[in-house]
């Protein structure tokens, strides 16, 4: 199994970007998913989930009303929508598939796989 994240950039504050994770091998609507970031000098931290078989995303405060996650129905992408970013969100930003997601969480459990990071940076 591999995903593979993309999408990253630089993109000036108030700007946009889309994440993309595609996963080889598994069809990610049956897994728990989620992104996570590290900055530098930070430890990796959650950004946001969605269990497996659920539509509904977790997101962690900092991020909420601005970051949308997504997945295709029955495929093997999955998306973070990134808008208002900010300098503070500059980050490497993984994607993971889990076996199990705690609801309105990112605590999971069993099988885990995760992808290349992708780089965002917020600057003007």
């Known amino acids: 199994v591999q995903l593979q994240a993309s999408g990253g950039g630089l993109v000036q504050p108030g700007g946009s970007l889309r994440l993309s994770c595609t996963a080889s091998?598994?069809?990610?609507?049956?897994?728990?998913i989620g992104w996570f970031r590290q900055a530098p000098g930070k430890e990796r931290e959650e950004v946001s989930c969605?269990?497996?078989?659920?539509?509904?995303?977790y997101y962690t405060d900092s991020v909420k009303g601005r970051f949308t996650m997504s997945r295709e129905h029955f495929g093997n992408t999955m998306y973070l929508q990134m808008d208002s970013l900010r300098p503070d969100d500059t980050a490497v930003y993984y994607c993971a598939a889990f076996d199990e997601v705690v609801r309105a969480s990112c605590r999971h459990h069993g099988r885990e796989y995760w992808g290349g990071g992708t780089q965002v940076t917020v600057s003007s």
């Open positions: 091998k598994i069809t990610l609507h049956y897994w728990g």
């Open positions: 969605i269990g497996p078989n659920d539509g509904s995303a």
